[in-house]
């Protein structure tokens, strides 16, 4: 290989091995969730603008407790999705996705116990 070749090789694993010590190990980023928790049949505005969904836990089970989610400021227009509760519904269900207008529930039927996890 011709010495030009080389020497720009080496000068540039060097720089690249200084900037590396310079910026330290990587870092891990963590993404944490607001929360709205959610104890009566009731509709809330959880966030008036664009968002992540990431997380609806059902806490407590309520039979015939129905939980609409909509991409909305208001309980219509586009759902992204419709729950309902059964004797033994219990537990997180995972969404992870983008709401652009805003996040919107509506609970009806029975008081139920829920925590809505988003961004």
């Given at each position: 290989?011709?010495?030009r070749?080389?020497?720009a090789l080496s000068s540039l694993l060097w720089v690249s091995a200084a900037f590396a010590q310079t910026i330290g190990p990587p870092q891990i980023v963590s993404f944490a969730f607001?929360?709205?928790?959610i104890t009566s049949d009731t509709t809330t505005l959880v966030k008036a603008t664009t968002g992540l969904?990431?997380?609806v836990c059902i806490n407590g089970t309520a039979?015939?407790?129905v939980i609409t989610l909509?991409?909305?400021l208001t309980p219509s227009g586009q759902a992204i999705a419709v729950i309902t509760e059964g004797s033994t519904t219990q537990g997180c269900f995972y969404y992870?996705?983008?709401f652009k207008t805003g996040l919107t529930i509506v609970t009806t039927v029975a008081a139920g116990d829920l925590t809505i996890l988003f961004q």
């Open positions: 290989m011709p010495k070749f080389l020497l607001n929360y709205n928790h969904l990431g997380n039979s015939g407790e909509f991409d909305s992870n996705v983008v």
